[in-house]
């Protein structure tokens, strides 16, 4: 873990070096005055919409004067309805911002049809890794996953779609052995957390942001009780403990618990892949790439001077937890690390999707 560290740390010094680049008066000026709308294509209350909100007054604080960010949601069809308005109807004038989550990413590079949308043709300005926490109702009475195949109830989880970011969920649940009746079709994973603390569902997961902002007090309260998270890849590609939840075991320790030996084959390289575009793309700030170049410029700028400002390093901390922020071009590099998919991963990922769920439309 601690080595895990040190190289969120490198990554982190990494990218302050293009945050303090000296901004050109045209840079300075672009925002100054204007708004600049943030699409979040999910509704209130969800991760993304947490860490765009974080984001916001201090993003609003270094663009300009007069500058105003807007944060705007259009959810839909798992974040697929808000993109495709960014990408097809949005000038690329640079005052439209879009932020994606992982699921964004993963409906991308599965093909689904209804994606209008090309993550080549847009420029990131922001980038952060961000993992997610698996927790269920006291009421099962469980301290950890292995005790999870043997409760008498019926296990229910509420996500939104088995093409987006839910799949993570449900391929730990498919490892790990778990007996989960999903139910999908929730607008958003705040929705999805409001039918958990209502009872409708016993089982569930939230980013990172939605974690710690709105779990922890029902964990607290024993309303909720962590059981593992999705981990993170290190530099080795091994899953490894998330940082931001250094208690709580990973899926794969939770498997190794279960099974008594180490998770492997494809269904196991499968879960790393999704984890990878998943956690590693989590939360992307984007300008369309054909947006005045000064824009993306000043866009950069001023989120190189978020990520630097020691408040917003304090509530990043205590509402994301420990992951680096990467700017401009070292979020682009993170962007083409996370679209590399084996073919033969795909290919067993859609199989999954159409047997187990039913999915027939990816080609």
């Known amino acids: 873990m601690r080595r895990l560290l040190f190289v969120l740390c490198i990554i982190g010094l990494g990218c302050s070096g293009e945050s303090r680049q000296t901004s050109s008066a045209t840079e300075s000026e672009f925002y100054g005055g204007k708004t600049l709308e943030v699409i979040v294509p999910f509704g209130p209350g969800g991760g993304t919409d947490t860490w765009t909100r974080m984001i916001v007054p201090y993003l609003q604080r270094y663009l300009g004067q007069g500058a105003r960010v807007q944060v705007v949601n259009v959810p839909g069809a798992s974040s697929v309805a808000g993109t495709n308005d960014f990408a097809l109807r949005r000038k690329p004038d640079g005052l439209t911002a879009l932020v994606s989550a992982g699921t964004t990413y993963l409906v991308y590079l599965m093909g689904e049809p209804m994606v209008r949308y090309d993550f080549s043709e847009f420029s990131p300005i922001l980038a952060s890794a961000v993992g997610g926490v698996v927790f269920v109702s006291p009421e099962l009475e469980v301290t950890s996953a ?36 999903p139910v999908l079709g929730y607008a958003s994973k705040g929705a999805s957390r409001v039918a958990f603390e209502q009872g409708e569902t016993n089982i569930e997961y939230q980013t990172m942001p939605a974690y710690l ?120 590099r993170a962007a083409a690390t996370a679209q590399q998919i084996a073919p033969e991963t795909l290919d067993w990922l859609k199989s999954l999707l159409r047997d187990k769920f039913g999915i027939e439309r990816l080609q």
Not at 278 to 293: N, R
Not at 309 to 319: G, H
């Open 146 to 181: 292995s005790q999870l195949r043997e409760v008498p109830t019926s296990l229910v989880y509420g996500g939104i779609s088995a093409t987006g970011n839910d799949i993570l969920p449900l391929l730990s649940f498919e490892l790990l052995g778990l007996p989960v009746k």
């Open 213 to 332: 902002s709105n779990v922890t007090p029902l964990v607290a309260d024993g309303v909720a009780v962590p059981l593992f998270s999705f981990g993170i890849l290190d530099e080795d590609g091994e899953v490894v403990r998330d940082p931001a939840v250094p208690d709580l075991p990973s899926v794969r320790e939770a498997y190794v618990d279960i099974w008594g030996v180490e998770p492997s084959g494809v269904q196991w390289q499968a879960y790393k892949t999704v984890l990878a575009a998943g956690v590693s793309m989590a939360k992307v700030l984007w300008l369309h790439g054909d947006a005045p170049e000064e824009a993306i410029s000043a866009l950069r700028r001023a989120v190189g001077e978020v990520v630097q400002d020691p408040d917003f390093q304090e509530v990043a901390r205590r509402e994301v937890g420990v992951y680096p922020f990467l700017v401009g071009e070292d979020a682009g």
